[in-house]
């Protein structure tokens, strides 16, 4: 074959020197005819950067055999690419010679080159998710990136419109893609070759600056992992340590968010601990290592991120901190088990895989997991696994539409009324169905992918208890209770505001006692229960003053003269009006007495001694649950008691507990506000389900000034709904 250039005679060769991990017996001579019709059917025509058709062709399957391993087939594809726009019609009747795969792959690869993608920059992610339903072989993407890759490192004959056009959709669309399928390297480059052209101002500014940096960067490093290594070894911990640079691009991403300079950015290289261990014990490890760098180097209390106890949606675990190091830099440490960095470094696959392992069997999972094996490790092309690909990556989401052509992604499965919340929660909340492809459908309709949905709304239309049973997204089930609770309080609010207004003109006095006994008469279990039930008109008024005065009546007949005296004893000794008090305070001697653990009092409650057959005296607060028994049960063990001030410092153990809807940051808004408190955190748990966030904190306080401090700080919290001392 004759070659027609010194270059094309250059990137041939560099082209067979990547292929020889792959190359089989015949298929050096299929990867030449396909070059001698590439070169055929380009001639003189030049790719879209102005060098030859017939250079990028080379180039591009030089990516894909030497960056991507994805065989001779995959090769041969990327050489013929560019015969899909040439004018000799009988090259393409020649791509069946190559076989169904080569003539599948090129099929697939017209299929995608005909998305129309230059204005996808907003909707960038459902782009590249449709890309993916539309390519039949996984291999097809891979060389349409392999493509945009090359066009990107040669973009300086480019014009400058065209240019910053490449830079613009590439960086938008073909880097985020890369990083779906895991080319985490190609998925750099592209972005950081995007931000050369969009903003080369700020990018070479950041690359001088690296470069600038590199030796006392370097220094840093060994100076930072020396003591911890020495600590590790002598724990006898495995691990190894990495460190790494951030890319020009992700720097420049932490400039803008936070408004720093290049000095102020906080990671600029991270050093990374992993740990081998079983997955029994990787978090107890990984919280041992967290202990060890912390105890050489002082921590970030803001820069903490625990994704140990609560895991990314792409399954991504680690635990993250940033201390100051030597000098006084900050340095950022990644901290996590040898399979959770498979699954950092892997992504989305990896997450899946591990779950396949636990008992999930086929689906997205195995799918994936294999697909990435051939991607970076096959040597030869598995052609059982190949024709398994057109199952599709994302079987679980729609994709619909709104009336402005807005794309939107929904779980399989969701309805008219899911689309509507996703849309806004007032849309949601007012929704009484829907338009979808021009017909109307009530709000419980099923949407399929590619629908066209408009949504119709009414100001009388409220949320009902029944559209919980058949949404499916958490946005909306979220958005429904709280729509729903919103409506309970209010009802309850009015209820009593109505049960308080008829016993004053009744002559009746409103308390406690009186509400418990309409509800066990009304079989409520809480009180907000009886008071909507009075609101909505279901307890007739008239009805619960003939109980109240007959309950009344029957007990001034059966109430023994005993228990009378009994209980007024017992409200003056929970009045605590005797004349001798326990003193607390740290030098007390002689007596035995201890806080009890029911009620967990803390310096500045309330409180009454209570003289206990074997373990002495138990302090109680006044509020304890258990205290009216105590008193009315046993008044002549009662001990007033009150508090001195101490000498010291004192710590008390308590609980909180908070709840509310959940929130970006909420986790570390709490741990920011304990920071700031002379406290000890002893545990902090909490969980997030369906949108809500639950958490309880136990910590030990000096007073209850402060305890009802933090309580008040953490409720004022963005999505916090309530906060409470929970003992």
């Keep these: 074959m004759s070659i027609p250039s010194r270059n094309i005679n250059s990137s041939y060769r560099a082209l067979l020197r990547a292929s020889e991990g792959f190359l089989r017996e015949g298929d050096m001579a299929r990867i030449r005819k396909a070059l001698n019709i590439t070169v055929k059917s380009c001639g003189e025509r030049e790719a879209i950067t102005g060098e030859s058709c017939i250079v990028h062709s080379l180039s591009v399957a030089r990516i894909v055999a030497g960056e991507m391993n994805l065989g001779t087939s995959s090769v041969i594809v990327s050489l013929l690419a560019g015969t899909l726009s040439g004018v000799v019609p009988e090259a393409k009747q020649s791509f069946e010679e190559f076989g169904k795969q080569v003539t599948g792959l090129l099929e697939g690869l017209r299929k995608i080159n005909n998305i129309e993608t230059h204005q996808s920059a907003r909707q960038s992610e459902d782009f590249r998710r449709l890309i993916l339903s539309l390519a039949d072989d996984v291999r097809v993407i891979a060389i349409k990136l392999a493509s945009r890759l ?3 490192r040669h973009l300086e004959g480019v014009s400058e419109e065209k240019r910053l056009s490449l830079a613009s959709e590439t960086y938008f669309l073909y880097a985020p893609l890369a990083y779906r399928l895991g080319f985490y390297n190609i998925k750099s480059e592209m972005e950081d070759l995007a931000m050369k052209y969009l903003e080369p101002g700020s990018y070479n500014l950041i690359e001088c600056r690296l470069r600038q940096t590199t030796s006392s960067r370097n220094r840093l490093i060994r100076e930072f992992t020396a003591p911890v290594r020495a600590k590790l070894d002598h724990l006898g911990i495995v691990y190894s340590m990495k460190s790494r640079t951030k890319t020009v691009h992700s720097i420049w991403q932490k400039m803008k968010k936070q408004g720093v300079e290049f000095e102020e950015i906080y990671d600029i290289f991270a050093v990374r601990i992993i740990i081998e261990a079983t997955p029994e014990r990787e978090k107890a490890l990984c919280w041992q290592v967290y202990s060890v760098v912390t105890d050489i180097w002082q921590p970030n209390p803001s820069r903490m991120r625990d994704w140990l106890s609560v895991p990314k949606s792409s399954g991504y675990e680690s635990l993250h901190t940033t201390v100051i190091g030597p000098r006084g830099k900050w340095v950022e440490v990644q901290i996590r088990s040898a399979r959770m960095d498979e699954v950092a470094e892997k992504g989305l696959a990896a997450h899946y895989m591990y779950k396949g392992l636990k008992g999930e069997k086929g689906g997205l999972g195995r799918w994936l997991a294999k697909m990435r094996n051939l991607l970076e490790t096959s040597a030869t092309e598995d052609e059982g696994f190949l024709s398994q690909t057109r199952s599709g990556l994302y079987s679980d989401e729609v994709f ?4 402005k052509g807005e794309l939107r992604r929904l779980p399989t499965g969701s309805t008219v009324l899911d689309f509507a919340f ?8 007012r929704c009484v169905g829907a338009k979808v492809n021009g017909k109307n459908v009530t709000f419980r309709h099923v949407l399929n992918s590619g629908d066209h949905v408009s949504v119709l709304t009414s100001k009388n239309q409220k949320p009902k208890g029944d559209w919980l049973t058949f949404i499916v997204t958490g946005k909306a089930r979220t958005r429904i209770k709280q729509a ?6 209010s009802a309850a609010a009015e209820g009593r505001e109505i049960l308080e207004r008829r016993l004053k003109n009744w002559k009746i006095g409103f308390s406690d006692s009186l509400v418990n006994r309409l509800l066990t008469v009304y079989n409520c279990r809480t009180a ?8 909505t008109e279901d307890i007739d008024l008239l009805e619960l003053k003939e109980h109240i005065l007959a ?5 001034q007949k059966q109430l023994p003269e005993k228990a009378v005296a009994t209980e007024r004893k017992g409200i003056a000794s929970r009045e605590i009006t005797y004349s001798d008090y326990l003193v607390i305070d740290d030098t007390i001697e002689g007596i035995d007495y201890r806080l009890s653990k029911c009620c967990n009092p803390v310096y500045g409650d309330p409180v009454f001694g209570f003289v206990t057959i074997s373990e002495g005296i138990k302090i109680h607060r006044t509020a304890c649950p ?3 028994f105590m008193i009315a049960r046993y008044p002549y063990r009662v001990v007033p008691a009150k508090w001195t001030e101490s000498k010291q410092s004192p710590s008390f153990v308590t609980s909180i507990k908070a709840s509310g809807v959940e929130d970006i940051g909420i986790v570390s808004k709490i741990t920011d506000i304990l920071s700031k408190h002379n406290i000890t955190v002893r ?3 909490y969980s997030m389900n369906d949108g809500l966030f639950e958490g309880v904190i136990k910590l030990t306080v000096p007073n209850i000034n402060i305890l009802n401090g933090i309580i008040r700080q953490i409720h004022a919290v963005k999505g916090i709904s309530r906060a409470v001392r929970s003992d």
């Design 150 to 152: 090359d066009e990107m």
């Design 400 to 403: 619909v539409f709104t009336p």
């Design 422 to 429: 996703d849309i806004h929660t007032e849309v949601g909340a």
């Design 484 to 489: 729903l609770n919103e409506d309970r309080v």
């Design 528 to 535: 907000q229960e009886l008071y909507v039930r009075i609101s």
């Design 551 to 555: 309950v009344d009546e029957n007990e």
């Design 626 to 628: 258990n205290a009216e």
């Design 683 to 685: 545990g902090f748990s």
